[in-house]
């Protein structure tokens, strides 16, 4: 299609959606429509009516479906919509870079389409032709959209890769410290290893422990459509549980869902001292003779240098239960019950991701597999220990299915020549979670996974369906750094936070108002058409598009889509899991057209023969023929790969690095006595939703809860209902208290993701919705993984004693002509 004919066709285009939308008002109540679609919290039916979501159903083949789904109406319609494309009114007056410090000040000035993708293209590509990759930060959250052909995170790597390069971040922030740490231990990231089936953890195991995890929450959602079949193991674990035939214990900072709905046994630990405990149990496990040393000495090497760790042979320091029971508050005859229970019996740890999310997060990762070596149960039926159980929809079952393609972050052979800039180009990588300090440091070296690195020089970013502001530590300071960069490009459905220090946004479509196709976590036993339930809001575009049109004016608009719209993708990708499942033994495979008008096609049969899979149990029966991946082809629990390092922060083998700041500090806690816990909200993945309806289901006051024990509740003069104020040098938040027991006395709870709501824009100020992030620090977790330290945190809480005024979180900015 000529770019004329296409400028014709767009325009077209969004007159007929807003034709549609102001000619379904004349439709009945009995003018209703069905039609099945899915995202990342599952599969619905999504009823439609004056060309709006009125409501929707669970598909019946989620066994258990999320409350999120509830807010779909209201989300898709929400009134924090990103209606056209906008330009800072600085920005424009000179078509170029203008005025950063006005970010989040200023007015937007809705804009034609071809009038911002011009812009953005131009920024993009007149700092590549430059500066180069390093100019170009592109790597967009992972979260944001869904599907195989229009998520936004692929398909503006995409568009950057034709462009020639950019700024990418290895590993992610969920795991990054464990994706760090793991390769050296096992060979292998592990943290996404497909993990032990929950059929064979509850006919062999009799310990579960639940660490850091609270898999009956984060199990709500996935990386691509959860059919929630897990939740029925969550029932048979607690009713094994009851009848004496299994033990859960769950260790936390609080008495999470899972501990609660399970009921199992609570051992509180402080935050931030989880290697500590494991070590000392590690010490009692040694001392006693309870470890399994025929383990040790077939599966393992290096832990002689371990052992002399413990011992105390280096630093006089003897890592015995009373040690650790002073760091990590538990007492010693509780660590002590668990590690005689944890060894008489077959037992898995199922751990969680938030262990390594904090200071010296890779030695709890670390831990977690030396502590499972001495107990002897990896690869034994059912045990062993996990770090994925609890996320992307666990491990149910395994169907024999087709493997869902999707569409590439470069072109395809067919597109490619030796002097295409995605093959002469490079990305520029640094770790995750490093680009604020990037835009503070440009050219400043680094110690990353033994080597050093150069932090880049970005002058624009690309942002696509993700908030940073939500997303990454320390907001007042990544708020300040973020003047630094010349051009802010956000592709989004919402007007964010990120959006609303943009310089150029670009409004997105999401799932029920574009095409694309998606696959159901873990098991793969559907695949989902997600189909256009009603036209896009205003001048919405799908990510896909965007990048088209972006690509298009250097020229590559053809490359970019290879000549397909998304339908013709979503076909193609089809028919390719068509061909496998027939290869499969699928005689009855259903065309696109029945597919496409059905909505789903299902792939019945289970592959028994992985119903009681173990993780490394292939390893435990043949350790010489199933190397792992290390250097030695075992577990190294001393790694002289990493003792050759030299890292101060990160020895040859697992240690207890005190935190920069954890409730031991005997002086910082006189100040900021309180610790914080931050888990997932089960009203929200991380960010998304919480402009939605669904947030008045948690929120007190209109803000983000903080959950306070009692005691702390009372020393403060604070009852629920309250809003406090929370507080550290850092920043300071206003939440709503729930004063209950689930919390201990010195640690408080505030979830994740609440939206930005400063006082004052582009400024340290007061957050008034409760964004956690705002307290936390933004510091690397080691010279070897450098990832967030999201979950090492003090604060002080106290009432509330000022003016509230409203929440301006969900507003949209001042616009001319909008």
């Known amino acids: 299609m000529k770019r004329r004919d296409f400028i014709k066709f767009s325009a077209i285009a969004a007159a007929s959606a807003q ?24 599969a619905f039916w999504a009823n439609t009516n004056s060309a709006q979501i009125v409501s929707v159903e669970p598909f019946n083949g989620d066994k258990f479906p999320s409350t999120m789904n509830n807010s779909l109406p209201d989300r898709i319609q929400n009134e924090s919509r990103v209606l056209y494309p906008y330009v800072r009114k600085s920005y424009l007056a000179k078509n170029a870079p203008n005025k950063p410090e006005l970010r989040g000040k200023e007015e937007f000035v809705r804009v034609s389409w071809d009038t911002a993708l011009d812009l953005a293209a131009k920024a993009l590509k007149e700092n590549f032709d430059k500066y180069g990759a390093e100019a170009v930060y592109g790597e967009c959250y992972w979260w944001g959209g869904g ?270 020549t030796p002097e295409s800039p995605w093959v002469k ?28 690195i150069r932090l880049p020089r970005i002058r624009v970013a690309y942002n696509a369906s993700g908030s940073i502001f939500t997303r990454h530590q320390d907001v007042n300071r990544a708020v300040k750094a973020w003047q630094k960069l010349d051009t802010v490009i956000t592709a ?106 059905a909505g789903y096609a299902r792939f019945d049969r289970e592959d028994e023969s992985k119903r009681y899979y173990t993780r490394l149990a292939a390893y435990r029966q043949n350790p010489h023929k199933n190397r792992l991946g290390t250097p030695s082809g075992k577990i190294e629990i001393y790694s002289p790969a990493i003792a050759k390092m030299g890292y101060a922060d990160c020895l040859g083998h697992p240690a207890w690095f005190e935190p920069f700041e954890w409730l031991g500090d005997k002086n910082l806690i006189k100040k900021y006595p309180l610790a914080v816990s931050s888990p997932h909200s089960r009203f929200r993945l991380h960010s998304q939703l919480n402009n939605s309806l669904i947030r008045g289901y948690a929120e007190i006051g209109g803000r983000e809860p903080v959950i306070i024990s009692p005691k702390a509740a009372s020393e403060r003069g604070i009852k629920t209902g309250d809003v406090v104020r929370v507080f550290n040098d850092r920043g300071e938040i206003l939440c709503g208290a729930l004063v209950s027991e689930v919390a201990q006395d010195d640690v408080i709870i505030i979830c994740e993701g609440a939206w930005y709501d400063p006082d004052e824009w582009g400024k340290k100020s007061l957050c008034q919705h409760g964004n956690v992030n705002v307290l936390t620090r933004d510091k690397g977790s080691s010279s070897l993984g450098q990832s967030n330290c999201a979950h090492t945190l003090l604060v002080q809480v106290e009432k509330f004693k000022g003016v509230l005024r409203e929440i301006r979180a969900f507003s949209k900015p001042k616009i001319v002509g909008g």
């Open 492 to 597: 989004e459905p919402f007007w964010t936070s990120t959006a609303k220090l943009s310089d150029i946004v670009l409004p997105v479509a999401i799932e029920g108002e574009r095409t694309d196709i998606a696959a159901s976590n873990a098991t793969n036993e559907y695949i989902f058409a997600i189909k256009p339930v009603i036209s896009p809001m205003g001048e919405s575009r799908s990510d896909f598009e965007i990048c088209r049109g972006i690509c298009e004016r250097w020229g590559m608009g053809e490359v970019f889509s290879e000549g397909k719209s998304e339908l013709e993708w979503v076909r193609e990708i089809y028919a390719d899991a068509t061909s496998q499942a027939k290869a499969l033994g699928y005689a009855n495979v259903p065309s696109f057209d029945e597919f496409w008008q």
């Open 147 to 416: 599907g195989k052909v229009s998520w936004g995170r692929t398909v503006a790597h995409r568009m950057l890769k034709i462009l020639g390069g950019y700024v990418e971040e290895t590993d992610d922030y969920s795991t990054g410290a464990g994706i760090a740490i793991m390769p050296y231990v096992f060979g292998s990231t592990t943290v996404y290893d497909a993990p032990t089936r929950w059929e064979a953890i509850i006919r062999d195991c009799k310990n579960i422990v639940f660490w850091g995890t609270d898999p009956v929450v984060t199990n709500q959602i996935a990386t691509g459509v959860p059919t929630h079949d897990n939740y029925e193991y969550f029932t048979r674990i607690k009713e094994l549980k009851e009848a004496g035939k299994i033990s859960i214990t769950s260790i936390d900072t609080y008495r999470n869902n899972t501990a609660r709905y399970v009921d199992s046994e609570y051992i509180p630990v402080r935050p931030n001292t989880d290697t500590a405990m494991m070590i000392g149990m590690c010490h009692y496990l040694y001392e006693s003779g309870l470890y399994d040393k025929e383990f040790i000495k077939k599966y393992t090497v290096g832990f002689n240098k371990f052992k002399d760790y413990l011992l105390g042979k280096d630093d006089g320091v003897v890592k015995d239960l009373a040690w650790a029971s002073a760091i990590c508050n538990v007492s010693q005859s509780e660590l002590k019950a668990l590690c005689e229970r944890l060894a008489k019996d077959n037992s898995i740890i199922i751990a969680g991701r938030a262990l390594q999310r904090q200071d010296h997060g890779e030695q709890a990762f670390w831990m977690i597999a030396t502590l499972s070596a001495m107990l002897g149960h990896i690869g034994k039926s059912g045990g062993g220990f996990e770090f994925s159980l609890g996320y992307n929809g666990g491990s149910a079952k395994t169907m024999i299915a087709p493997s869902l393609k999707g569409i590439s972050a470069v072109p395809s052979e067919s597109y490619t």
């Open 19 to 42: 034709a549609n939308r102001i000619d379904g008002a004349l439709e009945t109540i009995f003018d209703s429509k069905k039609t099945l679609t899915a995202n990342r919290f599952g």
């Open 425 to 452: 180009g490079q990305n520029y990588t640094i770790p995750t979670s490093r680009f604020i300090e990037a835009l503070e440091n440009p050219g400043k070296e680094i110690d990353f996974k033994g080597r050093k």
